[in-house]
């Protein structure tokens, strides 16, 4: 079983977590088209590498919050909280730090 | 001899030899058993088996596929031929499991005996039962195919079990060891000693009842060194010694799978570890040799002769040959000598001898071909031709062997090792003894230094921790080590001589087999492996695994490096479903009222969590109650969320699809919540108790999804609003009393709420005070579709109020009702429940709720796809159908057909709900139908599960009774309340024992020496607190997140969550703790709010010094002193139950405060009661 760095309450079992989605912005639902809605809803990227998730602690702090996983090697990392977008692509994982490394809050 | 082999041999030990230094048997005492029905005797310390051979016993079982007779190969827990059934118990590793007094024991697999086994005739045609004879043989004709089964399922290799196998208690619990070291020989006890020396918390696993490997059965000098490692290990208390266990597996992170055997009432216990470095010590296996006859009982490896002479002082045999290449070998030879066994020949390879075929008579072996030509009678052969490297952990790590030709053995790839895996002893390599110790203490000592520097990372990470980073920087412990070289001895490649010969003896995979199966294509060992089911037998490939891949190479021609490994996945053991399932945490939940309901005949039924009454009694005297006077019912599980903050309606606008903007203060609401997809999630009433402070209900089912989604949408799309949820489900007790007279009864017993028509219309809210108790919430709502009043009352009071209705409506008729009869209810009513008559595809107009969606509202959740359903006409509807034969009820999921073009028959839609009204006298149902077909009066035919078609009608309405609504106007007179006539008891009842009253003392000044007391403090009162995690509140509290603070009224101040606190006081101060707390939020000028949580959580104490070692057993975190200090708050999972977890220690005694949801209170209490049952806990409730 992997274990998350919660950022608020420190490395825990994933088991404390439930996944609620890749990260990925609500489209305007004034503007949306039923092809962005649904890909927004349903089509997900799946990748081989770094991909953005969102995360709910929902036996621990019960709080939101985003992280960088690689799919093949577990590692994590925090996005950069100054990057609205963290890149997802394959080269991002020379930023890398390690889970160890993250500190709480 | 031969004679002795299957016949029973009384009493008899004639092969036991006198004492032998390293023996593990105590000769003081003796142990009756039986085996197949002969009395049988044995030493304490004598595994079945050692018991068995020490009484001349040589054939213990038939094989899997051709029946043949084994004996003993390995003398270990891996012994293929010696699974037996030992009581109730099928598949006993009997050279393992230890004689206990009065058990019987049988060989499996045989029928009518052992010794005549009618199935043994497979021998005779085993050239038919080729490699995959099965697959090609009962393929056709399928129809057959369960008759082959049945006759198939007769040879299977097991034992029988017996359902009145008396129930066994297995456990579980976590451990978080620094150093995990699999396998108790010199190089585990070695890394083990030097891991702990460096300060590192080691769990040491070993297989085995006994520690020192191989050092066990070896020279007497060995033996010494065995015991003074373990005089070490003993005197260290930092490592945790397991016997009799073994490591399943290793899964992400270093989260190891343990099964820990024997324990006392305990058959075996799962341990989840995560630990922060592993050294894997598992060393090696003994390999057998292919050849013809190698698996008849006399031929064995060189460490199960030497296990039988040196730890259970048993002759192995009287006349032996001794294969040996290898110094194993060779002691194994000098250890026949030594006990006086005749040791006619030793066939030395090394020297370019070799055996070539192996005879038996009777079933066991009676002679040895060699290749110079001799024929040597013997009944013991003893092979010692190489090792397997036991690297199954490494592999489950991601890292794949290599084959080291020279050494004719597999070896880890040192190169792709992972950083928190290490590796020592025979798996690396070959050294004396000396050299083995020094290459384990070396990575022992690395293994704690990588540990220390995880930990250290934990603690920096951890928010319960004390310690500041700059301090653990200073504790980086010691240096790295160097390690020594070791690497694999020369030994020469032994797998096959020029016969054939079994290579998996579980499975009965011969060598020509694997040969035909590669002529057959299945020339990779991956394909040959699945083909001949080689290695895939109980001992998954421990022993046969190199010897089959060499014999695959042989027949390809590859080189065994080529050929390459299949690979070992967990298990690395076999485990029972019992370790795996046992002690399961299955949280429940009850209401304030379940005594009431228990002592009342309630049937209960499951919903979710919950436990609920379904019905008292007749369900259709309990509807019939309700429509003409007046029923109560327990609806605690109605999901209440208390919403607090000036954007209160910004947030429910966002939520439900219905508008939010206009409620007044006193009003409640229906409302839908739809999820983005459109599809109807869950609905509820919410209403507005002050300017910014609203009650929204949902479904049961959907009181966590909804908390959830709310959160959702107020951390990660609007942060912006100022909104504080809390969860209250708990904290009230719910009743829903409904009918003709509930006004009536309800004024009863309630003062400052004017009940008239007039003051307290339908679809309000009031609170007041209810027989006493302050503080209840009254809707005026309808579910059943009659004049009713939704009760909420503060928990403790629950009961309370539940039995003063009864009690003051007993002339009005007044019954409990049930969650059946208020199915039929709210049927009759029409009113749709989610998930019942919608599934995970019916969006909002699809149910009957497009009344409720109100498009020209900004933003809702699922708006898109409502706006474009809404233009799509068609889809499926939501009506009421009543079958033309009112006596029919069609079952639930009911298809409705209708003839399509060219006549065939569509499914047009289903019954979703279906009872017989005792109201209307007749079936009624709600329908998800086609919308072409929902227009009322069309005639629809259901068909039954059955097969037959009845026609049913759609109605006009939903509502089958009362479509206007009249019933739930109904204007009835309230008498005037009597002032004061019902009085509340003095205390709230406890929510872990509800006929008991809860301690309500913060300290505990009793703490039990050697044990845990558990108390139940329920009593205190509770306070929640939001605010900004950062703000002027936060600061005025002074409580981080993760720590305690106590203030001098003697309250304590729990930092519960990021911007969240939990005030835990005694009731006598609690008025004051809540005024200072109330003044302190609204001085603060930013948003925050108080919410008493007095009655809505459990809480419990636990004192005394082994607490850790309690939560253990039900909680994975990590409960050491330097994660989780005196003063720290954290909220996990304990036995599956969300818990917040206090430690509050006592006077220096180790103390827990733990608090939970109220309804969850009984079953947290229970589970550790029961955990702790071996601690000898201590309980007061």
């Known amino acids: 079983m992997i274990q998350l760095p919660c950022p608020w309450c420190g490395p825990r079992n994933v088991s404390e977590f439930r996944y609620t989605g890749e990260g990925g912005s609500r489209p305007d639902p004034e503007t949306t088209t039923p092809h962005e809605w649904r890909r927004y809803l349903y089509m997900h990227r799946n990748p081989l590498g770094w991909t953005k998730e969102n995360w709910y602690h929902g036996s621990g702090c019960r709080r939101f919050f985003s992280l960088e996983r690689h799919t093949d090697t577990h590692e994590i990392r925090m996005p950069d909280p100054h990057v609205e977008e963290a890149s997802t692509s394959e080269n991002a994982g020379e930023s890398s730090m390690s889970q160890e490394a993250v500190e709480p809050r | 001899m031969t004679q002795q082999a299957t016949r029973p041999a009384g009493t008899s030990t004639s092969h036991r030899l006198p004492v032998q230094s390293g023996e593990v048997i105590d000769r003081s005492s003796t142990l009756d058993f039986t085996w197949n029905g002969a009395p049988h005797v044995a030493h304490p310390g004598d595994t079945i088996v050692s018991a068995l051979a020490a009484a001349g016993v040589r054939v213990f079982s038939r094989s899997f596929k051709y029946h043949r007779p084994r004996g003993l190969l390995t003398a270990s827990f891996h012994d293929p031929g010696c699974s037996l059934q030992v009581d109730d118990e099928p598949n006993v590793r009997a050279a393992h499991r230890l004689v206990e007094e009065g058990i019987k024991v049988s060989s499996q697999n045989t029928w009518p005996s052992l010794r005549f086994d009618v199935k043994a005739a497979n021998q005779v045609v085993g050239r038919f039962l080729a490699p995959g004879f099965y697959y090609k043989t009962f393929i056709r004709p399928q129809r057959l195919w369960p008759a082959y089964e049945k006759i198939l399922a007769r040879f299977a290799h097991a034992g029988t079990t017996s359902p009145n196998t008396a129930e066994g208690y297995y456990d579980k619990r976590y451990a978080h060891p620094d150093v995990l070291v699999v396998g108790g020989g010199p190089a585990g006890l070695g890394a083990a000693l030097s891991a702990a020396r460096d300060g590192a918390r080691v769990m040491l696993v070993e297989e085995e009842r006994h520690l020192g490997g191989h050092l066990r059965w070896g020279s007497v000098e060995e033996q010494a060194t065995a015991a003074e490692l373990l005089t070490r290990v003993a005197s260290s208390p930092t490592i945790e010694v397991l016997t009799n266990s073994v490591v399943l597996g290793r899964y992400d992170e270093n989260w190891f799978g343990v099964v820990q055997r024997g324990l006392p009432g305990i058959p075996e216990r799962l341990i989840k570890a995560r630990a922060k470095t592993a050294v894997v010590a598992a060393g090696l296996m003994e390999r057998p040799y292919v050849f013809d006859g190698n698996d008849l009982p006399g031929v064995m490896l060189s460490t199960a002769a030497r296990r039988l002479i040196n730890l259970y002082a048993v002759r192995p045999g009287q006349r032996a040959v001794v294969l040996t290449a290898n110094a194993a070998g060779d002691a194994a030879a000098d250890d026949l000598r030594r006990i006086g066994v005749e040791v006619a020949a030793v066939v030395d390879p090394r020297q370019g001898a070799d055996v070539v075929r192996a005879h038996g008579r009777r079933g066991v072996l009676s002679a040895v071909d060699l290749t110079d030509g001799r024929t040597i009678e013997a009944d013991l052969l003893v092979t010692a031709v190489g090792w397997t490297a036991m690297t199954s952990l490494l592999n489950m790590a991601g890292n794949r062997p290599i084959y ?22 025979g798996l690396v390599g070959d050294g004396s003894v000396a050299q083995i110790l020094a290459h384990a203490e070396a990575v022992g000592a690395e293994a704690a230094r990588r540990a220390a520097r995880r930990r250290n990372a934990q603690v920096a990470a951890t928010t319960t921790s004390a310690k500041s980073s700059s301090e653990l920087a200073q504790s980086a412990g010691p240096p790295e080590t160097d390690t020594p070289e070791l690497s694999p001895a020369p030994h020469p490649e032994l797998f096959r001589a020029g016969t054939h010969g079994m290579v998996d003896f579980s499975e009965d995979v011969s060598s020509k087999d694997l040969i035909s199966a590669v002529r057959e294509g299945y020339d990779s ?641 229970e589970a550790l009661v029961d955990a702790g049952a071996e601690f000898g806990v201590e309980s007061v409730r």
Not at chain 2, 767 to 796: K, M, N, Q
Not at chain 2, 892 to 915: C, H, P, W
């Open chain 2, 404 to 425: 080291v030709p020279e050494a004719a053995r597999f070896v880890p790839d040192r190169t792709t090792m992972p950083d928190d895996v290490l590796v020592t002893g």
């Open chain 2, 525 to 1165: 060992a991956e394909l040959a492996k699945r083909y001949t089911t080689v290695t895939m037998g109980p001992v998954q490939g421990k022993l046969e695994l190199v010897n089959a891949v060499a014999v695959i190479a042989e027949a390809t021609g590859a080189t065994i490096a080529q050929t390459g490994s299949t690979t070992w996945r967990p298990m690395y053991a076999p485990v029972t479903l019992g370790a795996l399932a046992g002690r399961i945490f299955e949280p429940v939940r009850y209401s304030p009222m379940q005594p009431w309901h228990e002592r009342n005949g309630a049937v209960p039924m499951v919903a979710g969590q919950w436990i609920r009454p379904d019905r008292y009694g007749d369900p259709a005297h309990e509807v019939r109650a309700v429509r003409e006077n007046v029923g109560i019912i327990d609806v605690t599980p109605i999901g209440k969320l208390d919403l607090r903050g000036p954007d209160v309606a910004k947030l429910l606008n966002q939520l439900y699809i219905n508008k939010w903007s206009k409620l007044d203060v006193g009003k409640v609401r229906y409302g839908v919540m739809c999820a983005e997809d459109g599809v109807v999630m869950d609905d509820g009433v919410t209403g507005r108790l002050s300017q910014d402070h609203y009650l929204m209900s949902t479904t049961s089912s959907g009181a966590a999804n909804v908390w959830e989604w709310v959160e959702n949408w107020l951390q990660t799309e609007h942060p912006e609003w100022q909104v504080h949820v809390t969860p209250v489900t708990t904290a009230y007790a719910s009743i829903n009393v409904a009918g003709p007279r509930s006004r009536e009864l309800i004024a009863r017993m309630t003062q400052g709420v004017d009940l008239s028509a007039e003051a307290f219309p339908y679809m309000q809210v009031r609170t007041g005070r209810i027989a006493g108790v302050e503080d209840c919430i009254l809707w005026r709502i309808g579910f059943t579709g009659e004049l009713s009043y939704e009760l909420h009352i503060p928990a403790g009071y629950g009961l309370h109020v539940w039995e003063r209705l009864l009690e003051y409506g007993q002339d009005l008729g007044v019954r409990a009702f049930g969650v059946e009869a208020q199915r039929i209810l709210r049927l009759e009513k029409g009113h749709l429940i989610i998930g019942q008559d919608t599934d995970g595809l019916t969006r909002a107009y699809s149910a009957g709720l497009g009344w409720a969606v109100k498009l020209d509202k900004a933003d809702f959740a699922g708006k898109p796809e409502l706006v474009w359903q809404s233009a799509e006409p068609g889809g499926m509807r939501l009506v009421g159908v009543q079958p033309v034969d009112g006596t029919i009820v069609p079952p639930e999921a009911s298809q409705i057909v209708a003839r399509g073009a060219g006549k065939v028959l569509d499914i047009v839609g289903r019954i979703t709900s279906s009872r017989l009204s005792p109201t209307l006298g007749r079936s009624i149902c709600l329908a998800q139908l086609d919308a072409s077909l929902a227009e009322a009066g069309t005639v629809l035919t259901v068909r039954l599960p059955d097969g037959r078609d009845v026609a049913a009608t759609v109605t006009e309405h939903l509502a089958h009774l009362d479509p206007s609504g009249e019933r739930q106007q109904l204007v009835t007179i309230a008498p005037d309340p009597v002032p004061d006539a019902v009085r509340r008891p003095e205390n709230p009842r406890s929510p872990i024992s509800p006929e008991g009253i809860a301690s309500a003392e913060l300290t505990s000044g009793a703490a039990v020496a050697g044990s845990v007391l558990i108390t139940d403090v329920s009593g205190l009162s509770k306070f929640g607190i939001r605010a900004a995690p950062d703000g002027v509140l936060a600061d005025e509290l002074g409580t981080d997140f993760g720590r305690i603070t106590k203030a001098a009224d003697g309250s304590l101040t729990v930092g519960s969550g990021p911007g969240e606190w939990v005030v835990l006081a005694e009731p006598d101060v609690a008025a004051d703790v809540l005024t200072r707390l109330e003044s302190v939020a609204s001085t603060s000028g930013a948003h925050a709010s108080v919410v008493d949580l007095t009655h809505g959580r459990a809480l419990l104490r636990l004192t005394g010094p082994r607490c850790a070692d309690l939560l253990a057993k039900v909680c994975g975190i990590d409960f050491s002193d330097d994660l989780t200090p005196d003063g720290s708050a954290l909220r996990t999972s304990v036995a599956k139950l969300v818990t917040d977890i206090v430690r509050d220690d006592q006077e220096g005694v180790p103390s827990y405060l733990l608090h939970c949801e109220r309804s969850s209170g009984t079953y947290l209490f």
